[in-house]
T-cell receptor
Framework: DTGVSQNPRHKITKRGQNVTFRCDPI?????LYWYRQTLGQGPEFLTY????????KSRLLSDRFSAERPKGSFSTLEIQRTEQGDSAMYLCASSLSREKLFFGSGTQLSVL | TQLLEQSPQFLSIQEGENLTVYCNSSSVFSSLQWYRQEPGEGPVLLVTVVTGGEVKKLKRLTFQFGDARKDSSLHITAAQPGDTGLYLC??????????FGTGTSLTVIP
């Protein structure tokens, strides 16, 4: 059990480019969450998967954002046509039960 | 608007002092969690409280869930520099997401 792994740790991109982040959850965890966190704020919910099914999406998740978990294991979060306001830390968490989330170290996105 | 408000937002204290952080909401939660986060890392779960009025202790940290399950507090006794970090509360309303508070940034000065 190596914990939740997120790649890359840092991403710098130019406005208008597409970016994709990957999350590898703890192997037996069926629940997977994506959150976004800006400096000095608490994480904001983006989306939730149970196995491969995306069961909930936040209104924050505009049509430029898409997330997948094709085989119920790893997940990807893609942002198309990035904007400066997308700059944030993108956090992935996994869990077996509702009461205990395990977070990865996050991907820090900077849009120039 | 944040569902959970934390206070204070920033706290700087001397080593050995005691402190309390508050997490308040007008909504009822089925459970509430406290996390600590260090710069450049993800939050790490400290405790989950489930029952109204519940008190849990983790060494020098004491967590309390309000009787009405709308609020919580975290009390740290004899703070140490290693306690420095961002403290986050997160509430579960039995949906598919956890609502995080605004965070309390704690600095303990040696």
């Amino acid at each position: 059990d190596t914990g939740v792994s997120q790649n890359p740790r840092h991403k710098i991109t130019k406005r208008g480019q597409n970016v994709t982040f990957r999350c590898d959850p703890i192997s037996e965890h069926n629940r997977l969450y994506w959150y976004r966190q800006t400096l000095g704020q608490g994480p904001e919910f983006l989306t939730y998967f149970q196995n491969e099914a995306q069961l909930e999406k936040s209104r924050l998740l505009s049509d430029r954002f898409s997330a997948e978990r094709p085989k119920g294991s790893f997940s990807t979060l893609e942002i198309q046509r990035t904007e400066q306001g997308d700059s944030a830390m993108y956090l992935c968490a996994s869990s077996l039960s509702r009461e205990k989330l395990f977070f990865g170290s996050g991907t820090q996105l900077s849009v120039l | 608007t944040q569902l959970l408000e934390q206070s204070p937002q920033f706290l700087s204290i001397q080593e050995g002092e005691n402190l309390t952080v508050y997490c308040n909401s007008s909504s009822v939660f089925s459970s509430l969690q406290w996390y600590r986060q260090e710069p450049g890392e993800g939050p790490v779960l400290l405790v989950t409280v489930v029952t109204g009025g519940e008190v849990k202790k983790l060494k020098r940290l004491t967590f309390q869930f309000g009787d009405a399950r709308k609020d919580s507090s975290l009390h740290i006794t004899a703070a140490q520099p290693g306690d420095t970090g961002l403290y986050l509360c997160a509430g579960d309303r039995s949906g598919n997401q956890f609502y995080f508070g605004t965070g309390t940034s704690l600095t303990v000065i040696p």
